[in-house]
């Protein structure tokens, strides 16, 4: 099978996005206690907390999402 470079897992399909993006990964680490998280070197973070900001990203992603499919609005 081809290794395809475009497919990545941090691709942003809608690149106007990033931006709103990073600030969101910003405030979830805030919120988790990590207030200087854009400084951090991640490599040295230990993964569960690594994962607990791209996991909470995911889950506000995921309700904003389905607040506006059910044409509600989002309340953060």
Same mark, same amino acid.
């Given at each position: 099978m081809a290794n395809n +470079? +475009?497919?990545? /897992?941090? /691709?942003?399909?809608?690149?106007?996005? /990033?931006?709103?993006? !990073?600030q969101m990964k910003l405030e979830i680490a805030s919120e988790l206690g990590m207030s200087n998280y +854009?400084?951090? !070197?991640?490599? +040295?973070l230990p993964s569960r907390q690594n994962g607990y900001v791209g996991g909470y990203m995911t889950k506000r992603l995921v309700e904003m999402a389905q607040q506006n499919m059910s044409g509600g609005t989002t309340t953060r």
């Open positions: +470079n +475009n497919t990545g /897992r941090n /691709r942003i399909v809608v690149p106007e996005a /990033r931006q709103a993006l !990073d +854009n400084a951090m !070197d991640k490599g +040295n």
